[in-house]
Nanobody, 121 residues
Framework: QVQLVESGGGLVETGGSLRLSCAASGSFLSLYIMGWYRQAPGKQRELVATITSDGSTNYADSVKGRFTISRDNAKKMVYLQMNSLKPEDTAIYYC???????????????WGQGTQVTVSS
């Protein structure tokens, strides 16, 4: 099992910036893909960005050029730098990781509580 704790959300004006952090802990051996997802009211959860263990990144088209995902493997942390924020970025942001365990296949079943990001127009 992986425990994930997100932080860094808040209220910001259009065009502003926020940096989200996610700390992973638990009885896993290593972390593979780490990612950020978001869920706006009345909408399904969607992928925002992912980063592999060797640093390869992938972004949703809606955030390309504005958001940057990074990770610190030693600290078991993943970050999301969000610039040029828009009202449509308003959502609860969650991190998710695929972790390797001593027994069984890798899993990506666990989610944190999320952190609220609100962008005012």
């Amino acid at each position: 099992q992986v425990q994930l704790v997100e932080s860094g959300g808040g209220l910001v004006e259009t065009g502003g910036s926020l940096r989200l952090s996610c700390a992973a802990s638990g009885s896993f051996l290593s972390l593979y893909i780490m990612g950020w997802y978001r869920q706006a009211p009345g909408k399904q959860r969607e992928l925002v960005a992912t980063i592999t263990s060797d640093g390869s990144t992938n972004y949703a088209d809606s955030v390309k050029g504005r958001f940057t995902i990074s990770r610190d493997n030693a600290k078991k942390m993943v970050y999301l730098q969000m610039n040029s924020l828009k009202p449509e970025d308003t959502a609860i942001y969650y991190c998710n990781v695929r972790a390797a365990f001593a027994v069984g296949p890798s899993r990506a079943d666990d989610w944190g509580q999320g952190t609220q990001v609100t962008v005012s127009s």
